[in-house]
């Protein structure tokens, strides 16, 4: 349905007369006025029945457009002149192309899904990657687009118009809530993944679409490697979503120490964690306290710049300082301790979101 909608909205781009689709049931599905889109043909039962392809009433010219032997849907166009039967016509080649096209794009789109699954036997991929005209050695990355499942598909119908199905760029669903982009890299890995990302994040949110997270896989040299590249960004969004929920953009080479938490067993975790804070020491810093610690890290432990960010005396950030050492034994300024308290204080969330995980009470988008 959604390629008859497209191919109605490229008609009303070269085309005047109002054109339309109307299904069995008599209902229009798609015309270059949306107003119509939904309302019922009355004429439609006598059209259908008709032995002719092309007839009329008072109002339009029909087209009964068929697949095989079987009646698939039919056209109108409101004209009455000689020529609307001509017009029609054009029409109709025109949906049987867009038709012709989409049942190319699910079978590549099916394809590509195995690659990344890894469904496909190594040695069919290069042949089926001749089959699709589909360069098999290309430096490649999957970028991987979750959205909300209520605007899953308002949001592929927007990154497909803006990345059309080339030979080099593919844009398809993957499940109701992840949209897979496997796109060629045109430049420096970085810079393209970059701009691209940001491309697509200032188009979504253009159509009000929020909560939408990207993750980025690293790239791949070979078709067959972009299951790699998948798994990576799939990795990107699980990983960033732990530790850094406030981004929208998570690359895999960027994750840094999130990546190497992430893979360690919650056993170790929990002695590690031990080990750096005594019981409940943790638990006794203070909100105020806490935002204090993050400021301070993200100033890169610089007590001047951070006191400026939070609007306080460097004597009152001292004190808070002083404050965290007395309580967990690390002093902040150091840097041995601070890389500890850092690595302690990411591992305590990632053992918060395994147990969220395994005891979920609500679930957040």
């Known amino acids: 349905m959604e390629e008859i909608k497209r191919c109605m909205l490229d008609i009303k781009r070269i085309m005047d007369y109002t054109v339309g689709v109307i299904d069995a049931n008599g209902i229009i599905v798609a015309s270059t006025d949306s107003a119509l889109e939904g309302s019922e043909d009355l004429s439609i039962r006598a059209v259908q ?3 002719d392809t092309v007839t009329s009433n008072s109002e339009r010219t029909y087209l009964n457009y068929y697949n095989g032997d079987k009646l698939q849907f039919t056209l109108f166009i409101q004209l009455l002149e000689p020529c609307a039967k001509t017009y029609i016509e054009l029409v109709a080649q025109c949906l049987k192309v ?4 989409r049942d190319t794009d699910n079978e590549r789109a099916a394809f590509l899904k195995n690659i990344l699954l890894e469904n496909e036997l190594p040695g069919d991929i290069p042949l089926k990657a001749r089959e699709f005209k589909m360069p098999y050695s290309m430096d490649r990355v999957v970028f991987l687009v979750r959205v909300p499942r209520s605007e899953s598909s308002e949001s592929l119908y927007i990154l497909q118009n803006m990345f059309p199905e080339t030979d080099t760029q593919h844009t398809f669903a ?3 809530e992840t949209i897979v982009m496997v796109m ?3 430049d420096e890995y970085s810079e393209f993944v970059e701009v691209k990302s940001k491309t697509i994040m200032d188009n979504l949110n253009a159509e009000s679409m929020t909560r939408v997270k990207i ?5 791949a040299t070979k078709l067959r490697d972009i299951a790699k590249s998948y798994r990576d960004a799939m990795l990107a969004l699980r990983v960033g979503g732990i530790f850094e929920k406030d981004k929208c953009v ?5 994750l840094g120490l999130g990546r190497l938490i992430y893979q360690l067993p919650p056993t170790l975790c929990n002695m590690f964690l031990s080990e750096v804070f005594a019981d409940g020491a943790y638990e006794l810093l203070d909100q105020e306290t806490i935002q204090t610690i993050s400021k301070f890290f993200e100033n890169n432990l610089n007590g001047s710049e951070t006191s400026r960010k939070l609007f306080v005396h460097r004597n009152t950030l001292v004190y808070r300082l002083d404050k965290v050492q007395k309580i967990t034994g690390l002093d902040l300024r150091s840097f041995d301790d601070a890389v500890l308290f850092k690595l302690a204080a990411m591992v305590r969330t990632y053992l918060e979101k395994q147990d969220s995980s395994a005891n979920p009470t609500n679930t957040v988008w």
């Open 174 to 176: 993957m499940d109701e």
């Open 98 to 101: 867009a038709l012709k096209d």
């Open 49 to 51: 029945k008709s032995q």
């Open 184 to 186: 060629k890299i045109e």
């Open 250 to 254: 998570m690359r895999y080479d960027k």
């Open 215 to 219: 993750g980025i896989g690293m790239p």
